[in-house]
C-alpha cells in the first residue's frame, strides 16, 4: 500500500490586540491672504489629499444661469495665466498627480491628490489655478457642450430621472434646490466665459475659502510650501454668505414619471430631516442604517429575500446644505428599483415594514450589528488621506467643529435601541413621504392608487 503523505500545517495567524482609535484632529491655522488651513499629519499616507472648500453654493448661481458653478469648476483645471489647458494638463501628469472639481449647493471643491515628493508642484497647480484661471472662450464653449451631452444622457437614467422629480416636488419652484445641480439645457446654453469670470469674481477668494491637506508631511515644509503656493493667492475680504432656510412640501403623495414599456420601476421616496447640527442625527444614523442601510436590513430582507422583488433597496440620509442656527436640511429617502408587475405589492410591502417599525420597533441584535458595521470598520474606511481629507472638507462646508466626526462615531456606540428606533420613525413617517416611480404609468397606476399612500400624479418623461 502507498504511504498517505502527511501535511503540515502552519500555525493560524492570531489577531493582534487592539489598539484604540479615533477620527484624526487636523491642526487649523490661517494664512496671510485669510485663507484657513486645516492639516492633519498621517505617517506612511505617501500620496497627499488636498481639498478646497470655496464658499461659491448653488444658490448664489445668478438667475437663469443654473450650472455656471459646475462649468467653472471644471474650468479650473483648463489653463491659467500660465499654461495653456495642455500644458496644464501636462503639468498635473508630470507629477503623477489627479485634479477634480465639483460645484454642489454648499458650495465648490476642488480635489487633488499628489505623491508627497510632488506636493510642492501640485499645490503650485493648484494656486495658479485659483488665482488665474484661464476661462478661455473656446475651453468654456467645449465644457459647455459637453455638459448639454451629458443631459439628455442623465434624464435617460431612471435613478437620475426620479431624483430630479423628487427635487421639483419637495422644494418650491423658486429655490435652487428645486432645480437640478448641474443646469437644465435652457440655462446651460447662456453659460459664456464672461458669466463664468463674473460667479468667479464674485465668490471665489482666499478669506472665505478653506483648504484641507492630508498625509505624510514627514520632512515638509508645509508652512513655506502653502505661503509661496496658495498664500500668493489674493482677493476681497468679503463675509461668507448668508445661509438661506430650506422650505420644503412632504405632504404624502405619489408622482409617476412614465415610461411606457419599462420593464422595472425607479423608486424615490423621500422627506427633508435635520441637518448634522441636530442632537438627533446619530441616533437618526443609526436607525436609517437598520432600516435599510445594508444587504442585511429591514428592507432588504423581506423585499429582496423574502419576495424576491429587487436586487437592493437602500435607506439612507444626505445633508443638503448645513447650518450652525437650524436652517439646514438633509435629504431621507428610500432608493431601488423593483420589477413592473411588482410594484404595487412591493410599496405595499415597504409601508407595511414602515408600520410594523413604528409598531414594534428595532431589536437590540439590529442596533448592535448597526453600531458593529457603522463604527467596527471606522479605521478601515479612513484608512487612506483622500478619504480622511474628504470628510474633513464636509465638515468645513457643513460648519461644523473639527472634532464632530470623532464624536459621532462615540456617540453612535452610545446611542441605544429605543432612541434609534424614535429617530428613525421620526424620519420616515408614513403619511409624510413623497414617493417618485419611473415606470410604465399603464400598469402600475391602479395597483399604486389601491395602495392609498396619497393622491398619484402622472408626468410625462422628457
Not at 470655496?54 to 483645471?77: C, H, N, Q
Not at 515638509?220 to 493667492?233: Q, R, S
Amino acid at each position: 500500500m502507498t504511504e498517505l503523505a502527511t501535511m503540515e500545517f502552519h500555525p493560524r495567524p492570531q489577531a493582534g490586540e487592539a489598539k484604540p482609535w479615533a477620527f484624526p484632529a487636523p491642526e487649523r491655522g490661517t494664512l496671510d491672504n485669510g485663507l484657513t488651513v486645516l492639516r492633519c499629519h498621517r505617517p506612511g499616507q505617501q500620496v497627499v489629499a488636498v481639498e478646497v472648500v470655496l464658499d461659491a453654493p448653488l444658490d448664489a448661481e445668478p438667475e437663469d444661469l443654473d450650472g455656471v458653478a459646475t462649468i467653472m469648476a471644471r474650468a479650473f483645471s483648463e489653463g491659467t495665466d500660465k499654461h495653456s489647458a495642455e500644458e496644464f494638463a501636462a503639468e498635473l501628469e508630470r507629477c503623477g498627480a489627479t485634479l477634480d472639481a465639483h460645484a454642489d449647493h454648499p458650495g465648490v471643491r476642488l480635489s487633488l491628490e499628489v505623491p508627497a515628493s510632488r506636493l510642492a508642484k501640485g499645490l503650485g497647480l493648484v494656486a495658479d489655478a485659483l488665482r488665474a484661471p484661464a476661462f478661455a472662450d473656446s475651453e468654456i464653449e467645449r465644457l459647455v457642450r459637453n455638459r448639454l451631452d451629458e443631459i439628455p444622457h442623465e434624464l435617460a437614467n431612471p435613478s437620475r430621472r426620479a431624483a430630479k422629480e423628487l427635487a421639483k416636488e419637495l422644494f418650491p419652484a423658486s429655490a435652487r434646490m428645486s432645480r437640478p445641480r448641474q443646469g437644465t439645457e435652457e440655462t446651460v446654453a447662456r453659460i459664456d466665459s464672461a458669466a463664468v469670470r463674473g460667479f468667479y469674481e464674485k465668490h471665489v477668494r482666499p478669506a472665505t475659502a478653506t483648504a484641507v491637506v492630508v498625509g505624510d508631511l514627514t520632512g515638509v515644509d508645509l508652512d513655506a510650501l502653502l505661503a509661496d503656493t496658495l498664500g500668493a493667492w489674493t482677493g476681497s475680504q468679503a463675509q461668507p454668505r448668508p445661509v438661506p432656510p430650506v422650505v420644503a412640501d412632504d405632504t404624502g403623495r405619489v408622482v409617476i414619471v412614465d415610461r411606457p414599456g419599462a420593464v422595472q420601476t425607479q423608486l424615490l421616496i423621500g422627506r427633508t430631516g435635520p441637518d448634522r447640527h441636530d442632537r438627533v442625527w446619530p441616533a437618526q444614523v443609526l436607525g436609517t442604517y437598520c432600516l435599510g442601510g445594508t444587504l442585511t436590513s429591514r428592507l432588504d430582507r423581506v423585499l429582496r429575500e423574502e419576495k424576491g422583488y429587487t436586487y437592493g433597496v437602500r435607506a439612507f440620509g444626505q445633508v443638503l446644505r448645513s447650518a450652525p442656527d437650524g436652517t439646514g436640511a438633509s435629504m431621507l429617502a428610500v432608493s431601488g428599483s423593483v420589477d413592473t408587475p411588482n410594484t404595487g405589492p412591493a410599496l405595499d410591502d415597504l409601508w407595511t415594514v414602515l408600520r410594523t417599525l413604528a409598531a414594534e420597533g428595532l431589536t437590540d441584535e439590529e442596533r448592535d450589528v448597526a453600531v458593529q458595521n457603522l463604527v467596527g470598520v471606522a479605521p478601515l474606511k479612513y484608512e487612506t488621506a483622500a478619504a480622511v481629507a474628504s470628510t474633513l472638507a464636509d465638515q468645513v462646508e457643513q460648519h461644523l467643529p473639527d472634532h464632530y466626526q470623532a464624536d459621532l462615531y462615540r456617540q453612535l456606540a452610545a446611542t441605544g435601541t429605543v432612541e434609534a428606533t424614535a429617530a428613525v420613525v421620526n424620519a420616515f413617517p408614513v403619511d409624510r413621504l413623497v414617493t417618485v416611480l419611473v415606470g410604465d404609468a399603464a400598469q402600475i397606476k391602479a395597483p399604486v392608487e389601491a395602495l392609498g399612500i396619497g393622491e398619484v400624479t402622472v408626468v410625462t418623461a422628457e
